[in-house]
Nanobody, 114 residues
Framework: QVQLVESGGGLVQPGGSLTLSCAAS????????MSWYRQAPGKQRELVAS???????HYADSVSGRFTISRDNAKQTVYLQMNSLRVEDTAVYYC????????WGQGTQVTVSS
């Protein structure tokens, strides 16, 4: 059974930084596209960033230039480095992998507030 466990969320002031981690088990992470999504209260879940098996990356326009997705295949972990955080980045952040099915982590709360 594929499992994804996110960590690293928290409360940060506008302009601050956070790094989220997503640890995967029972899946060869390096062979899969890994994605980070977020869902703010009252809004639909949206794609934030993806990294494909070959290393190519995609970012939502709203985070491009501020967020960086990366992967450590040996640690089976995907990261989301978030810089210059804004109040509108406040959301629950989820990682996702498509393997034998679609798998989501439990989410980690990111709150950007002064």
């Amino acid at each position: 059974q594929v499992q994804l466990v996110e960590s690293g969320g928290g409360l940060v002031q506008p302009g601050g930084s956070l790094t989220l981690s997503c640890a995967a088990s029972s899946v060869i992470l390096g062979l899969r596209t890994m994605s980070w999504y977020r869902q703010a209260p009252g809004k639909q879940r949206e794609l934030v960033a993806s990294i494909i098996s070959g290393g190519g990356k995609h970012y939502a326009d709203s985070v491009s230039g501020r967020f960086t997705i990366s992967r450590d295949n040996a640690k089976q972990t995907v990261y989301l480095q978030m810089n210059s955080l804004r109040v509108e980045d406040t959301a629950v952040y989820y990682c996702k992998v498509v393997a034998t099915g679609i798998y989501w982590g439990q989410g980690t709360q990111v709150t950007v507030s002064s």
